[in-house]
């Protein structure tokens, strides 16, 4: 029988708590301890592929070979016979898969996506994408995430599994990148679909164009929607550690929201005002109503009840996503 390690739980909080302050105080505050170890190895595991990614020291060549070794470390924990030859990161992965919830469908999509979005983004670097790409990223990211807090915070707790389920999180990873809009251009991540630019180039100076601050403006309002909607799922959730968690991350990025409408749809380089004392005080308002709030029951049905474990294509058919979403560098 695998035992998880020690030194593996201890590298985990230290890469948690080096990346997000906020990721590590929500798993300290709102994972139960029994899996809180593990709930830092899942962010730090991938949080160490995605720098090894985005880093200058790997050619295309080498992140693509990285990037498989990765894969085919993942097939090989589900499949229970991991190898004993890795690095102290890769011991994340095999310590979490080996563990008490190493079987869980949650987990189980929650790593799959996020090896299909680390693969993704490896070859993808420098290239334009499409709109049809970036709702595909989005999805897939909002499911990960999601899934993510119902198997660590949530336990399963018997939340609706319909469409809804997923919105706030497709909402926060769209602010994300508004936020973050100037450093992914800088790295070489466009997020700007090239429909919106009609093909030019895109670099720092294009930011304020009209045609993209309009684009802008559609993605503030459609992230508006899904944190509405996902307030609305949230509700109706009968576990509070869950609702708790949800209005935290949803409160965390309406401050940015806030930011980009005030200033016409114009981005900035900095949002880190957007943490100061009033993103706090929504922060912990919002948390102590949905905390003392009783479960909602879903006002109408959003969409037919799917199982956890169907696969996520078919799990949001409302948004139709790429099969093989690469393209060729």
Same mark, same amino acid.
């Given at each position: 029988m695998h035992t998880t390690t020690e030194p593996s739980a201890a590298l985990a909080a230290k890469i948690t708590g080096d990346a997000s302050k906020q990721t590590y105080f929500t798993i300290r505050t709102l994972v139960p301890r029994e899996h809180r170890d593990d709930a830092?190895?899942?962010?730090?595991?991938?949080?160490?592929?995605d720098d090894q990614i985005d880093g200058d020291e790997l050619t295309l060549e080498e992140r693509l070979d990285f990037v498989e070794a990765q894969k085919e470390l993942l097939a090989r924990c589900i499949e229970n016979r991991p190898p004993r030859a890795l690095l102290s990161e890769e011991w994340l992965l095999v310590d979490l898969t080996q563990g008490p919830l190493g079987q869980d469908p949650g987990l189980r999509i929650y790593l799959q996506d996020m090896m299909d979005l680390m693969d993704f983004d490896a070859r993808r670097r420098g290239r334009r994408i499409s709109q049809h790409e970036l709702k595909w990223y989005s999805r897939r990211l909002a499911t990960a995430v999601t899934e993510a807090v119902y198997t660590f915070v949530g336990g399963r707790c018997g939340a609706p599994r319909t469409i809804e389920r997923y919105l706030a999180s497709d909402g926060a990873h769209i602010t994300h990148m508004l936020r973050d809009l100037y450093d992914d251009l800088g790295a070489g991540y466009i997020n700007i679909p090239i429909e919106v630019s009609e093909g030019e180039a895109i670099d720092l100076d294009a930011v304020h164009s009209d045609r993209i601050r309009q684009w802008v403006q559609e993605q503030v309002k459609t992230a508006r929607a899904y944190f509405a909607e996902g307030a609305a799922y949230l509700a109706s959730n009968p576990n509070p550690r869950c609702r708790l968690a949800g209005a935290w991350y949803a409160a965390r990025f309406e401050g940015v929201l806030d930011a980009i409408e005030c200033e016409d749809y114009r981005l900035r380089r900095d949002y880190s005002d957007c943490k100061a004392y009033r993103t706090v005080l929504r922060m912990v308002w919002r948390g102590l109503r949905?905390?003392?709030?009783?479960?909602?029951?879903l006002q /109408?049905?959003?969409?037919?009840?799917? @199982? $956890?474990?169907?696969?996520? /294509?078919?799990?949001?058919?409302?948004? @139709? $996503?790429?099969?093989?979403? /690469?393209?060729?560098?």
């Open positions: 830092f190895r899942a962010y730090a595991y991938f949080r160490w592929v949905a905390v003392m709030a009783r479960p909602m029951p /109408r049905q959003y969409a037919t009840p799917v @199982p $956890i474990e169907v696969p996520v /294509r078919e799990r949001l058919k409302s948004t @139709p $996503i790429l099969t093989e979403p /690469r393209g060729k560098e």
